[in-house]
């Protein structure tokens, strides 16, 4: 949904919002490694676009108000998430290529977004990030 303020077009949520939540532990040499190779490149990835990260710490708890099909036992754990409910996870990480074929298995769950295509393909001629 679109609203104008102050000249300034703001988008608002929609019940499509996703997000992945990526628990975490002080300490975990998996979790630092995630943040070397993969951390400066997920936001602007179609990924981090579709469902943008959130830190958790695992030794503070669950966040209030979200649905876990079970508990988080290692870390990292990247949970997908929308409207507070678990729809998938990714449980650890061996490495890059095995985190972007699991993260677009993950965002498969959910609809394809407005400016992609069913398979998640951007409209010929444009590129990913463009407006």
């Known amino acids: 949904m679109l ?3 102050g000249g300034l077009c703001l988008l608002t949520p929609t019940a499509e919002a996703a997000e992945l939540l990526m628990f975490e532990r002080r300490g975990c040499p998996w979790c630092r490694e995630w943040e070397k190779v993969i951390g400066p490149i997920y936001p602007r990835s ?3 676009r579709r469902a943008p990260l959130r830190r958790v710490d695992l030794d503070a708890g669950v966040p209030p108000g979200l649905t ?5 036992r290692y870390t990292p754990t990247f ?3 929308e409207d507070g409910r678990e729809l998938d996870r ?3 990480y061996p490495g890059e290529d095995f985190f972007w074929g699991r993260a677009e298995r993950l ?3 959910l609809p394809a977004s407005p400016r992609s295509g069913p398979d998640g393909t951007t409209p010929a001629g ?3 990030g463009e407006e």
Request: proline fraction near 9%; avoid cysteine.
């Open 3 to 5: 609203a104008w303020a």
């Open 46 to 48: 179609e990924a981090g």
């Open 68 to 72: 876990l099909k079970r508990p988080i």
């Open 79 to 81: 949970v997908l998430v």
């Open 90 to 92: 990714i449980e650890g």
């Open 107 to 109: 965002l498969g769950r």
């Open 126 to 128: 444009e590129r990913p």
